[in-house]
Every structure is written in C-alpha cells, then in structure tokens.
C-alpha cells in the first residue's frame, strides 16, 4: 500500500514521508504555511482522502496533495491558535475547531466542509488557574447527530452542545464524588451494536465513562489503572465501537511512557508492547480506515512508533523528530510531492 505519513510539529511545520517511513522531508519554501510553523493538530479531510487540514498557531491551513503544499483558509479562524478539528461522522460537511493559547479558547463551526467559520457560544476567558492561557484539546461529535458535540478544556471543564453549538451545558461540575478535574484532554464517543453509546472523558489524571449518556460517570485513575498519573490522549481504531488505546506518562514531558488497549470500550485495560522505551510522554495517534490495524504514536519528544496489529504491538521508527504535536497518514503518494529539484 502506498502511504503518505505526516507529524506535525512544534517548530517544523509538518513533516512527511512517501516512502513508509525511510525518508522524511519538511514542506517548502514560499507557501501560506512556513516551513518553521507550529502546526497543533490535522485531520484529514472526510471528502478528499488526499487532503489534510493542520491547525496551527495563527490559523487554519489546506493541503490537497497529502502535505506536499499549503494553503491558508482564510476565514474566523485567521490570528487563532488550532489545537483540535474533528469532523462529523454523519454529516461531514460539519466540522469543529477548538482554539487556545496563545490566543482565545472558543469553539468554532463550519458547515461547508471547512470551508467557512464562525464562533459557537463556547468562549473561554483569557486566563485560568492551571495553564495560565486554557486551550481546547478536546472535541468529539455523537456519530448520528452533527449538533450532538462534546468540547474539552485544559483548563477549563467538559462541555456539551445539543444545537451545533448555539448553548453549552457543563458537565464535570457532576463529578464532585470523584474531587472533579476540569483539565480535559480527550473525549470519545463510542456508538455500540445495541444503539446505546458509551462517552469516555479523559482528564489529566482519570478516565471517566459512562454508558448512559452522560447521567451518571464512573471514575478510572491513571496511577491505579495503568500504573503512570499522566493521562494524555485517547485512539479510536477506524471502524470499532469497542477497540480504543490511551497514551500516559509520568507527567508532562515526563520521562517515560505507556500506551494501554482496550477491547471492550475502555472497561478495562492491557499493556501494548513497545519496543523501545519512550523518552517522554505518549503524545500523539494516528490512524486511518484505509488499514485499521496499521496505527502510529508519538512521544512529545520526538519518538515515532508504529503499530501493525492495531496497537498491541508498537516498534520505533529510525527518524525521531523535535516536539510532536499530531500524526495522521494518508491512502495516497501524490505526483508532485513538493521535493527539490536536483540538476546534474
């Protein structure tokens, strides 16, 4: 199968590879996105497989040629830190951005495939107790209903839309049983063969899930259930509603790290094999339903691990990179892929 992997980076803009990994080239000079970007997040776009969005620090970006060019979308998000883009399963022509430090973190909608943005209701303020400036990791949509959307603060709290994002309702105000945490790094949401859903929320510190729509929630501690106190991100693998991983670490950067498995939609939990000690916190995932056993993680300080047998198993790739912040690979190598020109 031929591949386009991309990382996006904190320093380097994006980072890819046409060739599964044994060469690797940043973007070229002249376009809307520098080459020495902060790039936050990507999310392939559902109605192109060769095109990817990236979020970066001062707006939103295009590229339709797996990475090899950019462009800048011009619209609300322009001056806006991207830190998360996720689009609806049912309708993806609906899109969600999350923004934050250094800018604002608000919530913001597109209803044209990314085309055209405008701000939801969802605004934080400027400054909050735990990272000075929040930030908006964390969006999920329900997979039958585009208005159906869950947004995620650090910090600043689970919030909920019923209508695209017109009103909010706070959720983790709920969870004073468990000390409450409105550090929120993640959310999923995981559609079952019986129709009912089951919501994950991840905070810095535990996992939260419930199997009847938000109601009630139980509480799964980082330390005591994977054994490291930093919980990081979450995976879906394309195509199950039960099969899902979460990168931990022992803080942030932290020095080592895990990745743990779950078949059986994070009720309970297995240790993934890597074969190489991470040097720092798992980071970052990466998939696609063109393979959904062929998986990739990343540590925030630059290891880049894959997966051939959707995540229990992970091997280190050759290349290590500066902080990744994202990774995503494409079903595609495009005819121009950007690379200089070599004249003899």
């Known amino acids: 199968m031929s591949r386009t992997l991309i ?22 000079i002249r376009q809307d996105l520098e080459y020495d970007d902060r790039v936050r997040c990507l999310l392939v776009d559902p109605h192109n497989p060769e095109a990817v969005f990236a979020g970066a620090e ?64 969802l605004a934080m303020p400027e400054f909050c107790a735990g990272v000075n400036r929040p930030r908006m990791l964390a969006l999920a949509v329900d997979p039958d209903d585009a208005n159906d959307v869950w947004a995620g603060v650090e910090e600043g709290g689970l919030h909920r839309s019923r209508d695209g994002g017109e009103t909010w309702a706070r959720i983790d105000t709920s969870w004073p049983q468990f000390g409450g945490n409105s550090d929120i790094h993640d959310i999923m949401v995981l559609k079952q063969d019986d129709g ?62 895990a990745i743990l498995t779950s078949s059986d939609a994070g009720a309970t939990w297995t240790k993934a094999t890597l074969d190489t000690p991470s040097n720092s916190c798992m980071w970052a995932f990466g998939a696609n339903p063109a393979d959904p056993d062929f998986l990739l993680s990343a540590s925030k300080f630059g290891y880049l691990y894959r997966s051939v047998d959707g995540g229990r198993n992970w091997t280190k790739e050759w290349r290590e990179f500066n902080e990744i912040t994202d990774l995503t690979w494409l079903n595609a190598v495009p005819a121009d892929q950007g690379l200089p020109h070599v004249t003899n």
Not at 89 to 111: H, K, M, Q, W
């Open 7 to 28: 990382v996006a980076t904190d320093g380097q803009a994006v980072m890819r590879s046409y060739d599964d990994g044994k060469n690797w080239y940043r973007i070229g």
């Open 58 to 121: 001062k707006g939103l970006f295009y590229s339709d040629d797996c990475g090899a060019h950019w462009r800048r979308i011009d619209c609300a998000l322009n001056g806006f830190a991207v830190w998360k883009l996720v689009a609806s399963e049912s309708d993806p022509n609906v899109i969600y951005a999350g923004t934050g430090a250094p800018s604002l973190a608000i919530c913001f909608r597109s209803r044209d495939g990314g085309k055209n943005w405008e701000q939801t209701s």
């Open 196 to 257: 009912t859903k089951v919501i994950l929320a991840l905070t810095v510190i535990a996992l939260y899930r419930s199997t009847d729509d938000g109601q009630t929630w139980t509480q799964m501690p980082a330390k005591e259930t994977w054994g490291l106190r930093y919980s990081r991100l979450l995976l879906r693998k394309p195509g199950s509603s039960t099969e899902v991983a979460v990168g931990i670490g022992d803080g942030t950067p932290g020095t080592t790290a």
